[in-house]
Every structure is written in C-alpha cells, then in structure tokens.
C-alpha cells in the first residue's frame, strides 16, 4: 500500500471515530439532539443518492442505482416524518413511541424491497417517471395508513413500554430480505464494481445489525436504540461513498460499469483476435512455404521426367528411326524402280518423323537452356518462332540474367515461349519483343505486343479453356515459385505480360501479383 492511500485511511479512521464521539457527546447532551443529527444525515445522503442517479439517468447504461435512488428518496421522507414525530419533538402530539416506530418499520421495509428489487434493472429499463409516482403513492399511502386511517399495525405498546410482536417479526422479515438482497448482488458481482459491491455489502449487514439491535430496545432513548442509530449511521455512510463519492469520483466504476465491462471484453476480444491473426498469418505463411516447395518439387520433377522424355527421344527413338532409314537406303540400291519408288516414299516419311521427333525433343527439353542458359535459349527461341511461325520477336537482354537454378530457368523459358504462342495466335500480329533484365534481387522479364489485347479481367474468369488457362497457368506457376506476374492489357492496345522471379528461390523477396 502506497503511504498516501495509507495516510487516507489513518485520516478517514480518525474522522470517523471523531464523529462517532462527537455524536456521544450530542447524545450525553440531548438524545434528540443525537438522534436528530443521525436522521437528518441519512436523510441528507438519501436525497443525494437520488440527485446523482436522476441527474446521470440518461448516461447510465443500467437503472440499478435510478431505482435505488427513487427509492432512497421516498425512504429519506419517511424518515423525514420519523424524525419529526420523535418521541420529545412534541410536533406530532399523542404520538408517543409507537408513531416513530410505525414510521421506522414502514422506511426499512421500503429500504429493504428497494436493496431487493434493484438487481432486476441491472437488465430491464425502468421507466423512472411511473417508478417515482408508484413510490410516492406507496409512501403517501404509508403516511395516510398511519396517520388518517390508522390501519397501520401497533409497533410500540405505549402502555406496556415494549416493543409488539409484528416490530421484532418485522425487523426479523426486514434483516431476511436485506440477506437475500445481498446474496443476489453477490451472486451478479461479475456486474458490479468491486469497490461498489464491497461498500454496498458491508452497507446492507450494517443495515442489518441495526434492525437487530432495534428488536432489543425498550425505550426510545436506551442503548439497544443508540445502537441501532450508530449503525445506520454507519450503512447509510457506506451507501453514500458506494453511490455518492464514487459515482461522482469514480463514475466508470459506477455509472458506466457495464460499459467498462464492455470495453474491457472488448479489449480482450481484440487481443485474441489479434494474437488469433499472428498466428493465423504464421500459418498461412507456413503453408505457402510448403506449397512453394511442393511446387518447386513438382516442376523439378516435371522437368526430370522432360529430360527423360527428350533423351528417349533422342537416343532411342530417333535413332531407331535413323537406323530404319540407312536400311530402307540400302534396300532400295538393289530392288526394281517401282520398289525403289515406295522405299523412297518411305525414306522421306522417316525423314519427317526423324525432323518431327528432333524438334519435338527440343520443344521438350530444350538443352540448349541447361547447357548455355537462358539468354541464348531466349535467342534459339526467337529464331524458332520466326522459322516455324512467322513470328519476329526482339529479345532484348540486360546485364547478366542467366540463372544458376537448373530448374528455375526451363519454367521461365517455357513460360516465354507460352506467351510467344499467345501472340501467334490471337495478337493478330507479326511480331512481338521480349526484355530481359535484373532488378536487385529479382530477374524481370516483359513479354510484348502492339495487337489486339483483351479485357485481363475477363480472359481470367475464362481459365478454365484455351489460351486463358496457359496465361493463368504461367501466372500461377511463377507465384508459387515467389515470383509475381503482372498483366497489363486493353482491347487494340496491345499486351504486356511482366514475370518477376527472385534471384535465389530458397529466399524470394517478393509477393504474388506485387
């Protein structure tokens, strides 16, 4: 504990217990000079209890403590009347004791319903204006019970100088509710300030001692009385620093508590959630690491089994073929003309096939690309767009770009050679250019045209068909390989297809389409 809040509650202890004398002092004087003063505190604190709470209704975000309030204040002028018709006040002549017992029984009983009721609202709305006129009828009803139609029950025999059976069973009935109150309020403490909840139960026990201590007394001026009013003295200054000096100090503990409880959930719920996206955020990172390597593993695997399929092509079945035809030239040498003429038929079959299958190897596992890199292959490319489709690409190469990944740069050759055959067939063009160059870590290459273009929107949603999913296909493969793919087109402007792939695919430096 800090010396200052140690300091305030040595202060509060020693002005407590100063009043406390002060009031035995105004007692051994006057015990309605002591009484007087312990009603018209309470009574004081009850009408500011209802000031703060009607004041602040319509910021509060539950009428717990409105109702306690409108109640307070019809307590407080119960106990105004209490005071008045005191046994000695002579204001009220013929009272005797039972008036201000009567008057008494009937304020704890409101007070005691009050503390009851007041945790519905901690959910329901109140509608203060019907609440306040019910409560001012209850008390003008009270009042006229007493003094108009005398109804009321006896609460003091005047006679025999006791207290009746219906005053010690109903303070006994009062201390009950008031047990059941406090348990409904502990049972809601989630709802409640800590400071607010402590205050207001130490607030209803006191209450509770007291109407104990008032089954006890036989005169209205003995101790089990003077007790009695110590103690509500006591409930009702506990009442006022749990409403009163809190709400106006303190008002989010009060006032705007749920409020606060929300914010506080909120805060919480903001917290996880984003704890919830880091680590959601390191998963899908995790993920895509993992699909970058399946996919560098599948194209690894791709070009493998293209690399087995060119060399069966080339060292089997081309020779094969070769072979066939060296025996077909041998055969024709000693046969007729007219065999001579179908062996030579044949012969320029299997040249054809021999040619097809040379090429076909090549389109398939160009070695050109492993054996002098992706440069010269871009190079072997244009020449074999221009001979097999009439196509003349301008390749245009910066600095040094050839990369050492043996796997990286067939996907990027093939990728080019795509988008070359894209041009061909719907550019509506003859020819095309391809830029090459290295960007910091990253290789950039632009493959373009002046034709037609197209809507890249639209062409996307078509992947499913055609040349629409080689484009989305190209893109696909150099994103998961870290890489972005950037399509910049409109209809008779021509097209600019941009592939960027990082340098060192093991620690790509850029995001997909970025």
């Not at 509650?9 to 309605?32: Q, T």
């Not at 509710?177 to 989630?190: N, P, T």
């Not at 492993?370 to 301008?394: I, K, P, S, Y």
Request: proline share 3%; hydrophobic share 50%.
């Amino acid at each position: 504990m800090k010396p200052t809040a140690a300091l305030y509650i040595i202060w509060r202890v020693v002005l407590g217990a100063a009043v406390l004398a002060g009031l035995w002092v105004a007692r051994l004087h006057s015990y309605l000079l002591f009484h007087s003063i312990v009603e018209i505190f309470s009574i004081t604190v009850a009408v500011a209890i209802f000031m703060l709470a009607w004041n602040a209704r319509r910021f509060m975000d539950n009428d717990l403590f409105l109702w306690i309030g409108i109640g307070y204040l019809c307590v407080g002028s119960i106990d105004l009347v209490h005071t008045l018709a005191y046994t000695g006040m002579e204001i009220f002549p013929g009272g005797g004791t039972n008036l201000p017992a009567q008057l008494w029984i009937a304020a704890r009983y409101m007070q005691a319903l009050t503390l009851l009721i007041a945790p519905v609202f901690l959910e329901r709305r109140l509608r203060e204006y019907v609440a306040l006129f019910v409560y001012a009828a209850v008390a003008v009803l009270v009042l006229l019970s007493i003094f108009a139609w005398d109804v009321f029950p006896t609460a003091y025999d005047d006679a025999a100088g006791r207290l009746t059976t219906f005053k010690i069973a109903s303070e006994y009935v009062i201390s009950a509710i008031l047990l059941v109150a406090l348990g409904w309020m502990l049972a809601l403490r989630e709802r409640f300030s800590p400071t607010v909840l402590a205050l207001l139960g130490a607030a209803i026990l006191t209450t509770l001692l007291s109407e104990i201590s008032f089954t006890l007394y036989t005169s209205p001026y003995g101790f089990p009385n003077l007790l009695g009013h110590y103690l509500k003295l006591v409930a009702f200054y506990l009442i006022y620093r749990a409403v009163v000096e809190i709400g106006l100090q303190r008002p989010y503990e009060l006032l705007f508590r749920d409020l606060k409880r929300r914010e506080e959930a909120l805060a919480r719920s903001e917290r996880e959630l984003r704890a919830l996206n880091e680590s959601l955020e390191e998963r899908v990172a995790q993920r895509t690491e993992q699909l970058r390597t399946l996919s560098r593993e599948l194209s690894e695997a791709e070009q493998r089994e293209r690399e087995r399929v060119a060399a069966v092509l080339h060292e089997e079945l081309q020779q094969a073929l070769a072979g066939s035809r060296l025996q077909l030239k041998l055969a024709a040498r000693d046969s007729s003309a007219e065999v001579s003429a179908a062996l030579g038929e044949a012969d320029a079959l299997l040249d054809e096939a021999i040619s097809t299958c040379r090429s076909l190897s090549v389109e398939v596992s160009p070695a050109i690309v492993r054996d002098l890199g992706l440069a010269a292959a871009l190079h072997w490319l244009a020449d074999q767009m221009r001979d097999r489709h009439g196509l003349e690409v301008d390749v245009n190469i910066q600095g040094g770009v050839d990369i050492a990944d043996q796997h990286l740069a067939p996907l990027l050759f093939r990728s080019v050679r795509e988008l070359l055959f894209n041009v061909v067939k719907h550019a509506g063009v003859h020819s095309g250019t391809v830029r090459v160059r290295r960007e910091d870590r990253q290789v950039r290459i632009d493959v373009a045209d002046d034709g037609v273009g197209f809507d890249p929107s639209e062409a996307l949603e078509a992947a499913s068909t055609g040349d629409a999913f080689g484009l989305s296909s190209v893109c696909a493969r150099v994103e998961l390989m870290g890489g972005g793919c950037d399509i910049t087109s409109s209809r008779g402007a021509g097209t600019t297809v941009t592939l960027r792939v990082p340098w060192d695919v093991s620690h790509p430096q850029i995001q997909p389409g970025g």
